[in-house]
């Protein structure tokens, strides 16, 4: 049983609740008309259903809120909200069906307008059950919550997809300046169902999806000017007025507006740059080619890499494109060099302190230094070898000396840190000099001055007017950059052509002589090809004639010709005709034995001329052959054509014409003079591999530093091996090294 206590107390509670919905009033009228009230406000707030073709029932607004106003005396409105809520919940059934009924609809003909009048329905579903303002702001959010929650669970996933399509209808329009007053009513639409916030991600895609495509359309392949400045143009215009229905609702104001859109749009402007920058990433190998034509582009993607974190991505494209494009055997030496040069001059515009440069150019570098004839290409281009193509160097560029590397020096007030993504090995270059980055590809400046004297030798024996301006100003040029010690040897070369016309001067001055011999110095010039040729006849008579004069103008010195080398301008007196020709010494020293006997065979002629080369015999005759000086009777014999002969029956056909090559240099290069050289230490090898059997490569490098003269690297040393074991002199097993059986 319960207390007096308790009983008083639930007495209190009932009583206090009694007068709060009799308000006070005599007996139980204000009961009564609370009765009344929560019956009109609860049949006021029941969700109806849009289908049903009877006619609503109307109510009085005033009654109403007055019932509105009764109940919330009474405190009973959060009671009525549950009571609605729970209403709403039973009704969702409805909304089920319409939207079941729509999806089926789009589905079947994937018409975005089906979307659009799904959301408009489910509008007019919020309008009708949503209750009035007069019930408060809480009972209006617990019921757009609820309501919502219901949407969004029975949307399929197919929405998502009409969802995309509707609104990428809209930022077309809107892109075109067509925009369609609907639009508005749909965003609003939008909103309403707070789908602009549940799709939020969506959308902004959609807007990515399109700046994508318009950068693609608009900026691939045009490099010549900067399109950073007309994409941005294009954003304000275009898609800064789209960008105000999802993210700018509300906004009172041009400034209310911005303040709202900064977020969204400066993630707009990041994927602007985001994408020109990928598109200049694919195209970085072309715009290398196509340097200093592209430089827009270089200054686009300049700017893009400061906002966007890219650059590990463009090192890779750029490295992928060149071992792809560049670094293979199909490429020429010089295009892979001049494209290496662009891509000098490229990354130091769009990244100056070189940490792109560095981590691009490691394999191009190594690539290049194990190409044979790329040190030949740097020289020619840098002696202004014009037949060679496109030089390396700009003629507008300063002549600069070779820049060596500098340590840090943390003193200087403009030092900065190396960039946060350099790595280990990486050292800043304040070298701007194309030319010291390129023969920093190799260790030592000393291969590139020995190439140096070869291609200037082979220049200066070319040379038929005797004018060596262009070679005396390259020497100058060279010596800016390489030092006056290292071209040391060159002025000599070059003082010894200027000797070699005044000798020449002065022997013709004493006994005239149709021969005009190139005189050199054979300690300082790089050594020039060799041969056994003896040149007959009146050539031998006038070489002894010669040598005689400038033993009595130089008695201290001696001439040692080289025959073989040179050209040789011939008239030749026939029975019935007279013909000039310009030859090669070989052709002209045959032609001479022809004025002993007419008919000679190649044998003869090769033993006769110093037993030389039987190609090069063959290959001479074929010349007078074909000019109708000499006929081939039979295989290897040959016969001077005194009269002129034309073809007769039987008669065997001429010798064909061998291809044209180009004349071999006379000065040995580098590597056929290292060739030669390791060639005379051969004969060490082979004695340390007879009497110690096999032995290592380092073994061998080891004992042959004790050879006089012996200057190689391991690795040259290997080159040289592995050139013997191909000839089968060596065998190699294990990295141990014996001789070949």
């Not at 891509?343 to 044979?372: E, M, N, Q, S």
Request: hydrophobic share 40%; glycine share 4%; proline share 6%.
């Amino acid at each position: 049983m319960a207390s007096a206590a308790v009983r008083a107390q639930v007495a209190a509670k009932w009583q206090e609740s009694f007068n709060r919905l009799n308000r006070n009033e005599p007996g139980i009228s204000g009961l009564l008309a609370f009765s009344e009230a929560w019956t009109l406000a609860i049949e006021f707030l029941k969700p109806r259903d849009l289908n049903d073709p009877a006619p609503q029932k109307q109510y009085d607004l005033n009654k109403v809120r007055a019932a509105f106003g009764v109940v919330g005396e009474c405190r009973r409105l959060p009671v009525m909200m549950e009571v609605f809520l729970e209403d709403m919940r039973k009704s969702q059934h409805l909304i089920t069906q319409e939207v079941e009924a729509y999806m089926t609809l789009y589905e079947s003909n994937s018409d975005p307008e089906a979307i659009r009048s799904l959301v408009y329905r489910l509008v007019d579903w919020y309008n009708t059950w949503k209750p009035t303002a007069d019930l408060g702001p809480t009972m209006i959010s617990a019921y757009t919550l609820a309501f919502q929650t219901h949407v969004f669970s029975v949307l399929p996933p197919s929405f998502a997809r009409g969802i995309k399509a509707l609104v990428s209808a809209t930022l077309q329009r809107t892109v075109s300046q067509s925009q369609d007053p609907q639009d508005r009513v749909l965003w609003q639409a939008f909103d309403t169902l707070s789908l602009i916030d549940r799709y939020e991600t969506l959308i902004a895609s959609i807007g990515y999806e399109f700046i994508e495509s318009y950068v693609e359309e608009t900026c691939a392949g045009k490099w010549s000017e900067p399109m950073l400045v007309t994409l941005r143009a294009w954003m304000i215009d275009k898609i800064v007025p789209w960008m105000l229905y999802p993210f700018a609702r509300g906004a009172t104001n041009a400034d209310e507006a911005k303040t709202m859109m900064q977020g969204v749009g400066s993630r707009f402007d990041f994927h602007m740059h985001k994408t020109l920058c990928n598109l200049r990433t694919k195209e970085i190998f072309d715009i290398i080619v196509d340097f200093p034509e592209s430089m827009g582009a270089l200054q686009d993607l300049k700017e893009c890499l400061a906002r966007v974190d890219q650059r590990a991505d463009l090192v890779q494209a750029l490295r992928h494109a060149n071992n792809k494009r560049l670094l293979h055997p199909g490429a020429d030496t010089k295009d892979i060099l001049s494209h290496y040069v662009s891509t000098i001059k490229c990354l130091r515009i769009v990244d100056p302190p070189g940490v792109l440069l560095f981590k691009v150019a490691d394999p191009t570098r190594r690539y290049l230094r194990d190409r044979p004839d790329t040190i030949r290409c740097i020289v020619a281009s840098l002696v202004g070898d014009g037949e060679s193509g496109d030089s390396l160097v700009d003629e507008n560029d300063p002549i600069q000396p070779l820049q060596q590397p500098e340590m840090e020096n943390y003193s200087d007030p403009e030092w900065n840190p190396e960039p946060i993504d350099a790595g280990p090995d990486f050292r800043a270059s304040k070298s701007s000099d194309v030319i010291s980055t390129i023969v920093s590809i190799y260790d030592t400046k000393d291969l590139f001055v020995k190439e140096l004297q070869v291609l200037l030798a082979q220049r200066l024996l070319a040379v038929k007017d005797g004018n060596f301006d262009r070679e005396r100003r390259n020497v100058e040029i060279l010596k800016i950059r390489f030092g006056e010690a290292a071209l040391q040897v060159c002025e000599v070369m070059l003082r010894d052509m200027t000797d070699s016309r005044r000798i020449d001067q002065h022997v013709q001055s004493q006994t005239a002589s149709s021969m005009h011999p190139t005189i050199i110095s054979r300690h300082f010039w790089p050594a020039l090809e060799s041969s056994n040729m003896v040149m007959p006849g009146q050539f031998q008579i006038l070489q002894e004639k010669y040598a005689q004069e400038f033993s009595v103008f130089k008695p201290d010195k001696v001439l040692r010709w080289l025959p073989h080398l040179g050209r040789v301008h011939l008239e030749l007196e026939l029975e019935d005709r007279t013909l000039e020709a310009d030859v090669p010494p070989l052709e002209a020293a045959f032609i001479e034995l022809f004025s002993e006997k007419d008919v000679w065979t190649v044998d003869e002629l090769v033993l006769r001329s110093g037993s030389v080369n039987r190609n090069a015999a063959v290959k001479a005759l074929a010349t007078w052959v074909d000019m109708h000086v000499l006929k081939e009777d039979s295989e290897g014999v040959f016969r001077l054509l005194s009269v002129t002969e034309g073809p007769t029956p039987g008669s065997r056909p001429q010798a064909p014409k061998p291809a044209e090559a180009g004349e071999l240099p006379p000065v040995m290069s580098v590597q056929q003079q290292q060739a030669e050289q390791m060639k005379i230490y051969w004969k060490f090898i082979e004695g340390m591999l007879t009497n110690l059997g096999s032995l290592p490569l380092d073994r061998i490098q080891s004992m042959l530093k004790f050879a006089p003269g012996y200057d190689r690297t391991v690795e040259q040393l290997g080159s040289f091996m592995e050139a013997a074991r191909r000839e089968g002199l060596v065998n190699a097993k294990d990295g141990m090294w014996r001789l070949g059986k």
